[in-house]
């Protein structure tokens, strides 16, 4: 899987709203994407995180004419250029995302280690859903420079903040991650194929 995450402030959220649903009416082409999550959090950034099979396919989707078209359109309604994270390195954990979910948060970090961040996320995921069901599930997805994108979504915010109180991320965990920015998508909305 790839992932490509799409960033950018906007005050004209309705109308990127309705551009995206445009978009997604589209006829899907080859190479298409396999789906994405969508939001806006309260200070107007718009977060995007769409999956493709490959980055092969998301390069054959981006030079789409109907694609280009789109992408600039998008552009105009944002306040100032997007910012793009290519990631070929995607961990889908428990059950992924969904499009049930009723809450969104999107952690965008650094790490010197990705390989010792995986190991360790993946040492506890058989605990987080015994100590939080309110987590579904989510992706976790690198770039060639050590940035990271963690999606989890979440049945609903309220859970998830209860959640939070009573439990933290693994300590080595941590220690592994650093300059952490949290996205929190409060009313997201999903697109699948």
Partial sequence: M???VIKAKTSRQDEARALL???NDIPDVDGGPLGGTFGFTDDGTFIGVVRFESR???????DQAETDAMAQRMTELMDGPPEYYDCDDVTVWLD???????FVQVIIGKTDDADRLKEVMGDDSNDVQQERPDIIGGTFALTDDGTFINTIAFT?????REGEKNSS???EMQT???DLQYFD???PWFESR
């Fill in 56 to 62: 092969e396919t998301a390069r054959a989707n981006s």
């Fill in 169 to 171: 991320p693994p300590e």
């Fill in 21 to 23: 649903q445009e978009w």
């Fill in 2 to 4: 790839f992932i490509q």
């Fill in 96 to 102: 992924g995302g969904s499009d049930d979910a009723g």
């Fill in 185 to 187: 998508l409060r009313d």
């Fill in 156 to 160: 609903d915010e309220a859970s998830a």
């Fill in 176 to 178: 592994v991650m650093r």
